[in-house]
């Protein structure tokens, strides 16, 4: 989003990720783990999981200070839940990123504000961010980091930033492997301390294995070849050349995935190509494969490869607001575009994009 993190701050974030997910065997964890160990990376004098309802206009917490937010501060949320900036900000938005309150409003209009004095002012917080990791039409879930004087800063943002959608996936993970099928609405009267649950956003079935044996690789779906239920429209704008047929996915065939990585965009990514693919693979080996269980294999290639998935670095999105996303190639693999203008002009992180799409 910012300035491109260091390879120190990008190793801290993932040593983060890695220590919440391996604490973590149900969606109780998850909570407790979170509101635990982010404080490491990004300090914060209240670190809260907020599970906001949509719908009813109701928060619910988990609170790394237990006693810290109880029933009288919930209700003043509410009281502003739909004005509040953050909550407007991501609340039904699938491109939600992590925003601090001073991104949103300027800091002497939020201090004049109502939310301020009347929610802010009475738990002592001046600062707030918010790192959503989960947005459907009902709930919006995040991480929310508080202090009092000091605001957050870019680097702090974007640290956040780098792991949040590995956040998501995480969370909903822990919550089918805690109780699957738990109703979203019973967020609402979860307790604001660590050992209130985390509510299950997930149809998975209850017999989902163990969190530790699913470090193993596995397939997707569990069918081989996965077969969407209809076919896939994909549209490729490479060189030039648009292509719209259905395809369906080929892969999910239960070996470790080939990557080719490629640009074909003219404006300059300001980095070693060679050095980034080299980067993307230990980010892959040594952090992602712990915790998920799925190796693959990058290589630098000139375009496609057949049989491989790919990962092409393009001039301007041609979607609104996306500064990186993914379909399918051609032979219908996985396919991430990142955006590398779009990105350059919104001041946003390459290698933030680049790693997002990459595990995603």
Excluded at 2 to 18: F, N, T
Excluded at 111 to 139: F, G, K, Q, T
Excluded at 265 to 277: F, R, S
Excluded at 282 to 309: H, I, M
């Amino acid at each position: 989003m910012g300035a491109m993190l260091s390879h120190a701050a990008i190793e801290r974030s993932l040593h983060a990720l890695h220590a919440i997910g391996d604490g973590c065997v149900q969606s109780d964890d998850f909570a407790r783990r979170g509101v635990a160990c982010l404080p490491r990376l990004v300090a914060s004098e209240l670190t809260t999981l907020s599970v906001c309802n949509l719908d009813t206009g109701h928060r619910a917490v988990v609170s790394d200070q237990p006693g810290a937010i109880g029933g009288r501060e919930l209700a003043l949320f509410d009281r502003y839940f739909h004005a509040h900036p953050l909550v407007r900000e991501h609340g039904r938005n699938p491109r939600a990123v992590t925003r601090r309150i001073d991104d949103l409003v300027p800091p002497a209009a939020f201090r004049e504000s109502a939310l301020y004095n009347d929610y802010y002012r009475a738990i002592r917080i001046d600062h707030a961010m918010a790192v959503p990791i989960h947005v459907d039409r009902r709930l919006l879930v995040s991480f929310v980091f508080n202090r009092r004087g000091r605001g957050f800063d870019d680097a702090e943002r974007d640290a956040l930033e780098l792991i949040r959608p590995h956040l998501g996936n995480l969370y909903r993970l822990c919550a089918a492997l805690g109780r699957a099928g738990w109703a979203p609405a019973q967020a609402s009267s979860a307790r604001s301390s660590p050992s209130a649950r985390v509510p299950c956003t997930s149809t998975c079935s209850a017999s989902t294995r163990s969190w530790a044996s699913r470090r193993a690789p596995r397939r997707w779906h569990g069918r081989t070849p996965y077969q969407p239920p209809s076919a896939v429209r994909a549209s490729f704008k490479i060189e030039g050349v648009r292509k719209t047929r259905p395809v369906f996915g080929a892969f999910d065939q239960g070996q470790i995935p080939d990557i080719a990585v490629f640009s074909q965009a003219t404006t300059p990514l300001g980095l070693d190509l060679d050095k980034l693919v080299a980067a993307l693979q230990k980010f892959v080996t040594d952090y992602v494969v712990p915790v998920w269980g799925t190796p693959a294999r990058l290589a630098r290639t000139t375009g496609f490869k057949k049989g491989a998935w790919a990962l092409v670095f393009l001039d301007t999105a041609d979607q609104a607001n996306a500064h990186a996303y993914h379909e399918l190639t051609p032979d219908g693999f996985p396919l991430s575009k990142v955006f590398v203008k779009t990105i350059a002009e919104a001041g946003a992180s390459l290698t933030v994009a680049a790693s997002h799409e990459l595990v995603e």
